[in-house]
């Protein structure tokens, strides 16, 4: 899954390549994937996309948005790869390509499930309010991402349900979802399921320290180990709580995996409080 720090990577190597590259021709849905929602038909992405040169990416949540030289934008998150390749490497396994003028491909591919969203900015916010959490959502790491804003979203005053429910539902931070959460919690040492009611505000702050902390190293070193980066490369942040770490790295005993509130929680009982 994309989240935000695979984001920025993304972004960051996409900026590298494709600023400036026109667009030759598209592949749309060379394999179909009924959890791809893709928002127009081929017709119409062709129409839109061919013959225009992408001028910006940009990354809001954990979307990644190609902006065009005509308004248009290609929007995507959750579990996607993409990877920029030879032309000559392209698979078939993919649900939109976009062939460049200079040998090279964008490929992109929709694993579990996710959006591909083509069109105008303004479209696309008044038609996907998942889009539109990213896009109004403030960055983790800039200025903006205040103490007092990371309480607001995740509705600390409202001292119901628990850390993760607070941190990782619901949109309150998009693009903040199971993939980073349980290196987020075990830095901060505290457990998933813990009651809001019981956290004291200076945890609180500490939990919202760790959340940054986490993000920038993770974006620092392009992203998890577990995602691949546009190159086809597994990012350098080596997570700590992973499915198939065994034991606490502080304490050494048995790292514990359970379901809860839809996805697994990693975790040490003995370092998280
Ligand atoms: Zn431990």
Known sequence: MVEIPEAKTIVRQAKEVL????????????????FCWMNKEKSEIENLIIGKKIIEIKQSG??????????????????????????SELTEKNQLVLIFDNGY?????????????????????STNKYFKFAYDSIDILSHDFTYEHFKNVTLFHHQKGSLKQ???????IPGLGNGILHDILFEAMLLPFKKISTVSDKDYHLLYQAVIKK??????????????????EKGKYETIMNSSRKTCP??????????????????CEVCQK
Do not use: P, W
């Not at 005509?70 to 993409?82: M, S």
């Not at 491909?105 to 916010?125: A, N, Q, R, S, T």
């Not at 607070?166 to 309150?172: I, M, S």
């Open 166 to 172: 607070a941190l990782a539902t619901e949109q309150h």
């Open 62 to 87: 954990h979307y990644v948005r190609f902006l065009f030289s005509n308004g248009t934008e290609i929007a995507c998150a959750e579990d996607i790869i993409y990877r920029y390749i030879l032309h």
């Open 19 to 34: 600023i400036g590259r026109i667009v030759e021709d598209i592949q749309v849905m060379n394999s179909s994937n009924r």
């Open 215 to 232: 993000v920038d190293e993770m974006s620092l070193f392009d992203g998890r180990d577990l995602q691949s980066d546009l190159f086809g």
């Open 250 to 267: 502080i304490c050494h005993h048995d790292i514990i995996q359970k379901s809860y509130l839809g996805g697994k929680v990693i975790y």
């Open 105 to 125: 491909d964008l490929e992109i591919k929709v694993k579990l499930y996710g959006f591909i969203l083509i069109g105008e900015l303004d479209e696309l916010l």
